[in-house]
């Protein structure tokens, strides 16, 4: 490897960099852009038609057909309306935050493998202009990572719009939507590890071929993909989802937006244009996050070449995947109330933080003890005799903090 | 299941039959559009006597009872010559404003002559201020007895609403007393003549006692009887058709 591979694995970046890479990497980005730009469209229709459908509704159906263009009309909409900045707003800053919100949820999406044939010796890469090349916008070594800092970064994007509105609602929703992605950044850092653990690599691209291939048998005839999914012990995979959907502020995580609290919580002051980006980013982030679960969990594009050529089949078999995921969102929106603030918190800390952890002592157990040999049963007992010591452990600490608060409120109540 | 219930709930909605209605203007489906209620408050229409003259005498009671207060009358003498209204005077100016108007039907129930009714049309989405008042010119009736169509109304169920003018009226008229239940105590109108009772909400016809109808109906002009009014030239009795009944 050269040096050009700190950058990327890609092997279209491991020899020489002439114009035909820099082209190919050009129509590659503006093919991710458009992309999701356009499946962003598709999303928030989507969104609305199955959330109608799910609640009995018709949906939007009335621009083009079926309603297709309803999100271009509201598009257009948004960008011809009066653009209102707040005098009580801090304007650089109120300026820069719908960017910050929309900017890492185009990037996180670079690092998405999105087809390619992962069934043969090509690992995925495609042959283009006499170049071999992925079909991912970018394949960093530390992919994850990416993913994860983007998702971070994200946040700003909401704790600086709520904090420069100028306005209470704004504000509370802000101080809710930070401390709510930090608490679940963590579940969904450390359910992440597990498959880092497992693929042993944090590109997205060695994740997928990690995935790809023949899986295992199920009484030697049901066959199983090698799916992280099953590999890690779909724990992870739960985390993960639930950690996702609060870390999108969708519902029923979305106390951020509460509209029954919050009016629109941090975007509340936030119109024309710039709504539209918070808007933008919200779907796109929920697309964004499927994609991301499709990679570390569901093999991402891998899958069998039953039709077409292999990069072909790729990119359908990991629409598809999507789309579940994209059907799950919505199914969870039209079905499950929100969370009150002290049960998402509850959630996030005393359950999915300790779960996680726990999860990643065994599988990181397993692992050592099948590398060294050990006998598997003893690193299994002693492993989850660790684990309930710590569980007992930590429910005792919350138990005994609980009772500690109701008595100094009761003292209060006397005093 | 516990905690995942709800998610076979809304899931099975997916397959269940919608009950909207594809309803929209373009819609050629002449069923898309829900049936009009037999007494559902439109938007209102000057109804005129058989004979083309005005109903509508200025007394302004639509006015002083209007809650919303979005009508405006002046009444003025009838030109001896060419009298607008039968009797003495009529209505000189009248306007509704819509953008004001709840549809309560109070000036309907106010109304001494029946002159102004409610029709069933609802659809209609003026876009300026000026467009939301309705003068004389759009409210009375058109000669044949049907509402002035305006550009922003939709229309398309005209011919089976159009004879429903007045139901409201003719169901308890006059005032909305009971025992006026299925009696005829009101003019023709252009284009319909005497219209049919509009039966009670649920009873038969025999059930209702018109007693106290009848007796006020024998004896006009006196209280809580009609005024006697000369009819004017031309008009066959319109009076008449209450008591005829």
């Known amino acids: ?415 | 299941m516990g905690y995942l219930d709800g998610f076979r709930v809304t899931f099975k909605k997916l397959f269940e039959e919608r009950l909207t209605r594809d309803y929209s203007k373009h819609n050629p489906d002449p069923d898309a559009k829900a049936p009009t209620a037999l007494r559902r408050h439109g938007r209102h229409v000057l109804n005129r006597y058989e004979d083309g003259m005005e109903k509508c005498i200025g007394c302004e009671l639509c006015a002083g009872v209007c809650p919303a207060r979005c009508i405006y009358v002046r009444g003025a003498d009838n030109p001896p010559d060419d009298p607008v209204s039968p009797g003495e005077r009529y209505g000189y100016i009248y306007e509704i404003n819509y953008l004001r108007c709840i549809h309560c039907d109070m000036c309907v129930e106010a109304c001494p002559t029946e002159a102004i009714t409610e029709t069933k049309l609802f659809e209609f989405s003026f876009t300026s201020r000026e467009d939301a008042i309705y003068t004389k010119a759009e409210l009375v009736v058109g000669d044949d007895g049907k509402p002035r169509q305006l550009p922003w109304e939709d229309w398309s169920d005209i011919d089976r609403v159009a004879p429903m003018t007045s139901a409201w009226m003719r169901a308890t008229a006059p005032s909305g007393d009971a025992d006026f239940v299925g009696r005829v105590a009101w003019s023709g109108e252009l284009g319909f003549g005497v219209k049919e009772p509009e039966r009670g909400q649920s009873a038969e016809e025999g059930e209702v006692d018109t007693g106290e109808a009848d007796a006020i109906f024998a004896h006009p002009g006196e209280p809580g009887g009609r005024a006697a009014h000369d009819p004017p030239p031309g008009s066959e009795g319109h009076r008449d058709a209450g008591g005829s009944a």
Do not use: C
């Not at chain 1, 990037?107 to 069934?119: C, K």
């Open chain 1, 1 to 415: 490897m050269t040096d050009v591979a700190i950058l990327a694995t890609d092997p279209l970046l491991r020899g020489d960099i002439g114009l035909p890479e820099v082209l190919i990497v050009l129509v590659k980005t503006l093919i991710a852009f458009g992309l999701l730009l356009v499946s962003v469209i598709f999303m928030i229709w989507f969104e609305r038609k199955v959330l109608g459908d799910l609640q009995n509704r018709v949906g939007p159906n009335k621009a083009g057909p079926w309603g297709l263009l309803q999100t271009l009309a509201d598009g257009l909409k948004l960008i011809m309306k009066e653009d209102i900045i707040p005098a009580k707003a801090d304007r650089r800053v109120f300026i820069l935050a719908p960017f910050l919100s929309a900017v890492p949820a185009f990037v996180t999406f670079s690092v998405v493998p999105v087809g390619g044939g992962f069934d043969g010796e090509r690992f995925g890469a495609i042959r283009v202009f006499d170049r071999d090349t992925y079909l991912q916008l970018a394949d960093p070594p530390v992919g994850v990572l990416l993913v994860l800092a983007m998702s971070s970064i994200a946040v700003y994007g909401v704790m600086l719009a709520g904090w420069s509105s100028g306005s209470k609602w704004p504000l509370l929703g802000a101080v809710r939507g930070s401390a709510q992605m930090v608490s679940y950044e963590a579940a969904i850092g450390l359910s992440v590890v597990a498959v880092v653990m497992l693929s042993g690599s944090l590109s997205t691209h060695d994740i997928v071929v990690a995935q790809a291939g023949d899986g295992y048998e199920l009484f030697g005839a049901i066959p199983i993909p090698r799916w992280n999914l099953i590999a890690t012990g779909v724990v992870p995979f739960v985390i993960f989802l639930l950690g996702a959907t609060a870390e999108l502020n969708r519902p029923p995580f979305d106390l951020v937006e509460a509209e029954q609290e919050l009016v629109g919580g941090f975007h509340t002051e936030y119109s024309s244009f710039r709504f539209a980006l918070f808007y933008l980013a919200e779907f796109m982030n929920t697309i964004t996050m499927s994609a991301i679960i499709v990679t570390l969990f569901f093999g991402g594009p891998a899958g069998p070449a039953w039709f077409g050529p292999g990069w072909l089949s790729g990119i359908v078999w990991f629409t598809l995947k999507l789309l579940v995921f994209l059907f799950a969102f919505v199914w969870a929106r039209a079905t499950v109330p929100r969370f009150r603030y002290d049960q998402l918190m509850g959630i996030g800390w005393k359950v999915l933080i300790p779960l996680a952890l726990a999860w990643l002592l065994l599988l990181g157990a397993i692992n050592i003890g099948r590398d060294e040999g050990w006998n598997m049963a003893a690193v299994v007992a002693v492993t989850l005799l660790v684990i309930v010591v710590a569980w007992g452990a930590l429910t005792g600490a919350i138990d005994v903090a609980e009772r500690r608060r109701l008595s100094t409120d009761d003292e209060e109540v006397l005093f």
